[in-house]
């Protein structure tokens, strides 16, 4: 599933929970990007992801970046990337870029905690990822 | 014994037989020797002179897409610099059509470390604020995103060619071959590297008493280049047939055409000597080789038959009679139309005044990627591999730094005259949130390669250490708010083994009691001190370190107010931190390393590092923000919109020998000084010297708006500012301040919520519902 799909598919479900009229703001997964450049680079990153090619998922984020460099969705691809390629402390770094600009997104801010619980989990410190999953626990 | 004589001389004849055929054995071994001897040398030069490939080196790639905030002009710029062609109808790749707002262009293709980028034929789109839309040429289908192939910047050379610009054949344009072809050599691509028929006519003009002039094929005019002397001796001469047939032998026609354009003498700049056309064509036009005219062209290639006699700066004359005698011959020869010639012929020659000093538009940028490379490559393989870099220079953000300094620093002088006279500055430019380094300028005059203010400066910082001060208190939310009273007051610090320090206010004035941010906005040294002491300098500079500073710096009381003397690109590291958010990014100048066939060897991948907690910085943020807004930065509201939110610090030392300006939009940071090389007084402030640097540049960049990501862990309040207490939104004076959670004072001012007079009031109010 590409990214802008699965975010759409979010978008959906949260219409169908909380009902068209009921949505609270901040509530509702925005579209990861309002340009086409970056949901195209995204998609990219997304299949070079999935197909084991990371450093160019890598390279096809960073591209995203310079077009919308506080775009904390794309921080969290990397984030993400980062995970698959063993590197837990940048993961852990980048989702907390992440969090710092997701504002008031509860959504993204419960998902970076997720990465850094994972990545926290994976290098080898369970209470740290506790943590941090009981933290994506308390934001959504 | 009669026999002995016939004998005798039979054996005397044997003998000389013998003797002949010996010394003509000997004399044949001999030659072969020294043949085989020519064969080693003129192959070993040439190999020499072959196979040293350069690493080049690339500015950014353009990336072109929907919404980009960049004119057609600006987009022009660029094709320019990439030597892109003007055409009615764009078909060749690197050939480009403009009609108001759309441009027609074909791109050349590029490899990149994530694959290759196809030639591509589009149209883009422009309305007023940017790119509207890119579409393919063919069916105006609409396209996301594409990538321009990048401007080389430079090169990194082996010792000998250390002053080369080392061309491929391929990217040299046809015509310079031709005119080479139709002057030089018109039977090249025939003959074996000597040419009979001219060597017939050179023997006849010496036999008519001219002098040895000619019948050199562009085979033996290579060897010829390649020793030192030109002496005419008729043994060099046929030494160099000689080796002029060896070198074709071993090599193709393109291989020795190629290392002959790279190697011919073309001119002399004072003891510099100018080989080849690569180098030529900057030294006379400022240009690459690819972006060469006809009239150009045919100008250098006028210059082979004497570099001194034909010099284009000495004798105009001379040379523009020579130039349209090589468009004759190209038009004679049917390389070039009638109509080419005669409008070639008409255009001026074209030469710049004054040389470019070093191969690099970018000497300032190009000495950090150097740097930077020398960490990971060997230097032999940094010349030699033929490797490609893809820097993260920003030709247009480098341009305006450029212009901005220079600009701004003959303003300066002119308009203050004395002390402010013999200005020198420097200016690093970086993406906020990636620490991609745009631009590096390292001296008022950009091309001038030589002492790299920017990377070597090491001066005083002055006030820009003032945040990461107030920074270390803002980390401890129970002692210190932006709303905290300071202590303003003078005080003398007596010092074991040194003088008494008494450092005073820029207006010589004490305040008294003044709120934490009004100290920073107004850059207060008084009770920045008291509060560093209070603090202690240790975690002050244990704070500049985490937020950049990598060399251990001596920490005194002093360091408090900058004494502390680093290099713009030092401070720019720090400053980008706090840009970033409190996220360390090591600046990066380099974005991949290819091999000579674009395949991918190396990444430099963004890497970032939390050091300091989101609250405290954002705090310090705003307190930044005020800096511009209402503080010692308040001019910048002449050149920049007050919506942008400019965050900044401006620095002065002692006596006004440093100026500094250090501040952050949303999408850049840049860091200007500008002092004097000599040290001394320069009668500016911060605010009067760099920042005007810093206003001219931005204001040219269309900046984006800082706005800060609202941050977990943060309430507003209103404050009274005199008494730091709480207030109310209806109070005179009250100001809205951010707050740590649970670190706003809950006592209240006079006007406060919790204050009698307001309780009386709210009683009145209710009263009167």
């Given at each position: 599933?590409?990214?802008?799909?699965?975010?759409?598919?979010?978008?959906?479900?949260?219409?169908?929970?909380?009902?068209?009229?009921?949505?609270?703001?901040?509530?509702?997964?925005?579209?990861?990007?309002?340009?086409?450049?970056?949901?195209?680079?995204?998609?990219?990153?997304?299949?070079?992801?999935?197909?084991?090619?990371?450093?160019?998922?890598?390279?096809?984020?960073?591209?995203?970046?310079?077009?919308?460099?506080?775009?904390?969705?794309?921080?969290?691809?990397?984030?993400?990337?980062?995970?698959?390629?063993?590197?837990?402390?940048?993961?852990?770094?980048?989702?907390?870029?992440?969090?710092?600009?997701?504002?008031?997104?509860?959504?993204?801010?419960?998902?970076?905690?997720?990465?850094?619980?994972?990545?926290?989990?994976?290098?080898?410190?369970?209470?740290?990822?506790?943590?941090?999953?009981?933290?994506?626990?308390?934001?959504? | 014994?009669?026999?002995?004589?016939?004998?005798?001389?039979?054996?005397?004849?044997?003998?000389?037989?013998?003797?002949?055929?010996?010394?003509?054995?000997?004399?044949?071994?001999?030659?072969?020797?020294?043949?085989?001897?020519?064969?080693?040398?003129?192959?070993?030069?040439?190999?020499?002179?072959?196979?040293?490939?350069?690493?080049?080196?690339?500015?950014?790639?353009?990336?072109?897409?929907?919404?980009?905030?960049?004119?057609?002009?600006?987009?022009?710029?660029?094709?320019?610099?990439?030597?892109?062609?003007?055409?009615?109808?764009?078909?060749?790749?690197?050939?480009?059509?403009?009609?108001?707002?759309?441009?027609?262009?074909?791109?050349?293709?590029?490899?990149?470390?994530?694959?290759?980028?196809?030639?591509?034929?589009?149209?883009?789109?422009?309305?007023?604020?940017?790119?509207?839309?890119?579409?393919?040429?063919?069916?105006?289908?609409?396209?996301?995103?594409?990538?321009?192939?990048?401007?080389?910047?430079?090169?990194?050379?082996?010792?000998?060619?250390?002053?080369?610009?080392?061309?491929?054949?391929?990217?040299?344009?046809?015509?310079?071959?031709?005119?080479?072809?139709?002057?030089?050599?018109?039977?090249?691509?025939?003959?074996?590297?000597?040419?009979?028929?001219?060597?017939?006519?050179?023997?006849?003009?010496?036999?008519?008493?001219?002098?040895?002039?000619?019948?050199?094929?562009?085979?033996?005019?290579?060897?010829?280049?390649?020793?030192?002397?030109?002496?005419?001796?008729?043994?060099?001469?046929?030494?160099?047939?000689?080796?002029?047939?060896?070198?074709?032998?071993?090599?193709?026609?393109?291989?020795?055409?190629?290392?002959?354009?790279?190697?011919?003498?073309?001119?002399?700049?004072?003891?510099?000597?100018?080989?080849?056309?690569?180098?030529?064509?900057?030294?006379?036009?400022?240009?690459?080789?690819?972006?060469?005219?006809?009239?150009?062209?045919?100008?250098?290639?006028?210059?082979?038959?004497?570099?001194?006699?034909?010099?284009?700066?000495?004798?105009?004359?001379?040379?523009?009679?020579?130039?349209?005698?090589?468009?004759?011959?190209?038009?004679?020869?049917?390389?070039?139309?009638?109509?080419?010639?005669?409008?070639?012929?008409?255009?001026?020659?074209?030469?710049?005044?004054?040389?470019?000093?070093?191969?690099?538009?970018?000497?300032?940028?190009?000495?950090?990627?150097?740097?930077?490379?020398?960490?990971?490559?060997?230097?032999?393989?940094?010349?030699?591999?033929?490797?490609?870099?893809?820097?993260?220079?920003?030709?247009?953000?480098?341009?305006?730094?450029?212009?901005?300094?220079?600009?701004?620093?003959?303003?300066?002088?002119?308009?203050?005259?004395?002390?402010?006279?013999?200005?020198?500055?420097?200016?690093?430019?970086?993406?906020?949130?990636?620490?991609?380094?745009?631009?590096?300028?390292?001296?008022?005059?950009?091309?001038?390669?030589?002492?790299?203010?920017?990377?070597?400066?090491?001066?005083?910082?002055?006030?820009?250490?003032?945040?990461?001060?107030?920074?270390?208190?803002?980390?401890?939310?129970?002692?210190?708010?932006?709303?905290?009273?300071?202590?303003?007051?003078?005080?003398?610090?007596?010092?074991?083994?040194?003088?008494?320090?008494?450092?005073?206010?820029?207006?010589?004035?004490?305040?008294?009691?003044?709120?934490?941010?009004?100290?920073?906005?107004?850059?207060?040294?008084?009770?920045?001190?008291?509060?560093?002491?209070?603090?202690?300098?240790?975690?002050?500079?244990?704070?500049?370190?985490?937020?950049?500073?990598?060399?251990?710096?001596?920490?005194?009381?002093?360091?408090?107010?900058?004494?502390?003397?680093?290099?713009?690109?030092?401070?720019?590291?720090?400053?980008?931190?706090?840009?970033?958010?409190?996220?360390?990014?090591?600046?990066?100048?380099?974005?991949?390393?290819?091999?000579?066939?674009?395949?991918?060897?190396?990444?430099?991948?963004?890497?970032?590092?939390?050091?300091?907690?989101?609250?405290?910085?954002?705090?310090?943020?705003?307190?930044?923000?005020?800096?511009?807004?209402?503080?010692?930065?308040?001019?910048?509201?002449?050149?920049?919109?007050?919506?942008?939110?400019?965050?900044?610090?401006?620095?002065?030392?002692?006596?006004?020998?440093?100026?500094?300006?250090?501040?952050?939009?949303?999408?850049?940071?840049?860091?200007?000084?500008?002092?004097?090389?000599?040290?001394?007084?320069?009668?500016?402030?911060?605010?009067?010297?760099?920042?005007?640097?810093?206003?001219?540049?931005?204001?040219?960049?269309?900046?984006?708006?800082?706005?800060?990501?609202?941050?977990?862990?943060?309430?507003?309040?209103?404050?009274?500012?005199?008494?730091?207490?709480?207030?109310?939104?209806?109070?005179?004076?009250?100001?809205?301040?951010?707050?740590?959670?649970?670190?706003?004072?809950?006592?209240?001012?006079?006007?406060?919520?919790?204050?009698?007079?307001?309780?009386?009031?709210?009683w009145f109010e209710r009263l009167f519902k």
């Amino acid at each position: 599933m590409t990214i802008v799909a699965r975010w759409i598919l979010m978008l959906i479900t949260a219409l169908f929970l909380g009902g068209c009229a009921m949505v609270q703001p901040g509530a509702t997964p925005t579209p990861p990007s309002g340009n086409t450049a970056v949901l195209t680079l995204l998609d990219k990153a997304q299949s070079q992801s999935a197909d084991g090619r990371l450093d160019e998922a890598e390279a096809s984020l960073e591209r995203a970046l310079r077009i919308e460099p506080r775009n904390p969705v794309v921080w969290q691809e990397l984030a993400r990337v980062r995970l698959e390629q063993g590197r837990y402390r940048q993961a852990e770094n980048l989702a907390a870029k992440s969090n710092m600009l997701a504002g008031t997104d509860r959504y993204l801010q419960a998902e970076n905690w997720r990465i850094i619980g994972e990545a926290r989990n994976r290098r080898g410190d369970p209470q740290g990822a506790q943590a941090a999953f009981e933290k994506a626990e308390q934001s959504p | 014994m009669a026999k002995w004589p016939s004998k005798g001389r039979k054996k005397r004849r044997i003998v000389r037989t013998k003797t002949f055929f010996i010394v003509m054995l000997v004399g044949v071994l001999m030659m072969a020797a020294y043949v085989a001897y020519l064969d080693f040398t003129v192959r070993d030069r040439f190999e020499g002179k072959r196979f040293a490939l350069p690493a080049r080196v690339y500015a950014r790639p353009l990336e072109l897409y929907p919404g980009l905030r960049l004119r057609a002009t600006e987009l022009l710029a660029e094709l320019s610099l990439l030597g892109y062609r003007e055409t009615t109808r764009p078909t060749a790749p690197g050939s480009y059509h403009w009609s108001d707002q759309v441009v027609e262009l074909v791109t050349r293709p590029f490899a990149f470390g994530n694959g290759r980028q196809e030639s591509m034929a589009l149209r883009v789109l422009f309305d007023g604020g940017g790119v509207q839309a890119l579409v393919q040429q063919a069916d105006s289908t609409p396209l996301d995103l594409v990538r321009l192939d990048p401007a080389m910047i430079g090169g990194i050379y082996p010792g000998q060619n250390e002053d080369r610009v080392l061309v491929g054949l391929n990217d040299v344009p046809r015509q310079v071959v031709d005119a080479l072809i139709a002057v030089e050599d018109n039977r090249y691509y025939s003959h074996h590297g000597i040419d009979p028929r001219g060597i017939a006519r050179a023997v006849y003009t010496i036999a008519r008493g001219g002098r040895i002039q000619g019948g050199s094929t562009l085979t033996q005019q290579l060897v010829k280049n390649f020793y030192l002397t030109a002496d005419r001796t008729i043994r060099r001469k046929l030494t160099e047939m000689v080796m002029a047939g060896l070198l074709e032998i071993h090599y193709s026609k393109e291989e020795i055409l190629e290392t002959y354009l790279n190697e011919v003498y073309l001119g002399q700049d004072g003891n510099r000597a100018i080989h080849g056309f690569g180098l030529a064509c900057s030294f006379f036009f400022d240009k690459s080789l690819e972006q060469i005219s006809l009239s150009e062209t045919a100008l250098l290639v006028g210059l082979l038959k004497g570099p001194a006699y034909y010099n284009p700066r000495r004798h105009p004359k001379r040379a523009l009679e020579r130039r349209n005698l090589v468009l004759a011959k190209m038009a004679e020869g049917g390389f070039i139309t009638k109509n080419q010639q005669l409008e070639a012929r008409t255009a001026p020659l074209g030469i710049i005044d004054r040389p470019p000093r070093g191969t690099s538009p970018y000497p300032a940028f190009l000495d950090l990627v150097l740097r930077q490379l020398r960490r990971d490559y060997r230097e032999e393989d940094l010349r030699s591999e033929g490797l490609r870099i893809i820097t993260t220079l920003d030709p247009r953000v480098q341009g305006m730094a450029e212009k901005s300094l220079a600009g701004q620093l003959s303003l300066l002088e002119k308009s203050r005259g004395g002390m402010a006279a013999g200005l020198q500055g420097a200016l690093v430019v970086t993406s906020v949130h990636d620490a991609e380094v745009q631009a590096v300028v390292g001296d008022r005059n950009p091309r001038y390669k030589g002492f790299d203010r920017a990377l070597d400066a090491l001066r005083p910082v002055g006030s820009l250490i003032k945040p990461v001060v107030y920074l270390t208190a803002l980390q401890r939310p129970q002692q210190y708010t932006l709303a905290t009273l300071l202590d303003d007051s003078p005080l003398v610090l007596k010092q074991a083994g040194t003088g008494d320090w008494a450092p005073q206010n820029y207006d010589k004035e004490s305040h008294g009691l003044v709120p934490l941010r009004t100290a920073l906005v107004n850059s207060y040294n008084l009770s920045t001190v008291h509060l560093g002491l209070a603090l202690g300098v240790d975690p002050v500079m244990d704070n500049l370190h985490r937020l950049g500073v990598d060399r251990e710096l001596p920490a005194f009381a002093a360091s408090l107010l900058g004494a502390n003397a680093l290099s713009p690109i030092e401070v720019t590291q720090v400053y980008q931190t706090i840009a970033a958010g409190g996220f360390r990014t090591p600046l990066k100048a380099i974005r991949e390393v290819l091999t000579a066939d674009g395949e991918p060897l190396q990444r430099y991948s963004l890497e970032v590092e939390q050091v300091v907690d989101p609250t405290s910085l954002y705090l310090l943020t705003v307190a930044l923000q005020d800096v511009v807004r209402e503080g010692t930065a308040r001019g910048l509201a002449a050149r920049l919109p007050a919506e942008l939110q400019v965050a900044g610090k401006t620095g002065t030392t002692d006596e006004f020998r440093d100026s500094w300006f250090a501040g952050f939009t949303g999408d850049r940071l840049a860091v200007v000084w500008v002092g004097r090389d000599d040290d001394q007084p320069t009668g500016l402030t911060g605010a009067s010297g760099a920042m005007a640097v810093w206003g001219a540049m931005m204001a040219g960049l269309d900046p984006e708006p800082l706005i800060l990501p609202e941050a977990d862990g943060i309430e507003r309040v209103w404050i009274d500012p005199v008494s730091g207490l709480l207030s109310d939104s209806g109070c005179p004076d009250a100001v809205e301040l951010p707050f740590a959670a649970g670190s706003a004072p809950t006592e209240s001012a006079a006007c406060g919520p919790r204050s009698v007079g307001k309780s009386i009031k709210n009683w009145f109010e209710r009263l009167f519902k």
